[in-house]
């Protein structure tokens, strides 16, 4: 668990949107589509809810938001 905000990504499958998206180990998704995301189930609902669409996700890497 985390005390700030966000969800530790700490595995990115090859050839997966996530790698292709250039998304990193170590990267705290900080939000999908405007969409806060702490704990897993926000993840999978965000994802869920897309129906295959593309997202936009707002990253922390190394202390910058991308």
């Known amino acids: 668990m985390m005390d700030s905000p966000g969800m530790m990504v700490i595995l990115v499958n090859t050839e997966s949107p996530a790698w292709h998206g250039e998304m990193k180990v170590g990267d705290v998704l900080l939000e999908i589509e405007g969409k806060p995301i702490n704990q897993i189930k926000d ?5 869920a809810a897309a129906h295959g669409k593309r997202l936009r996700f707002l990253v922390n890497r190394k202390g910058q938001n991308i």
Do not use: H, K, M, R
């Open 43 to 47: 993840y999978y609902e965000s994802v």
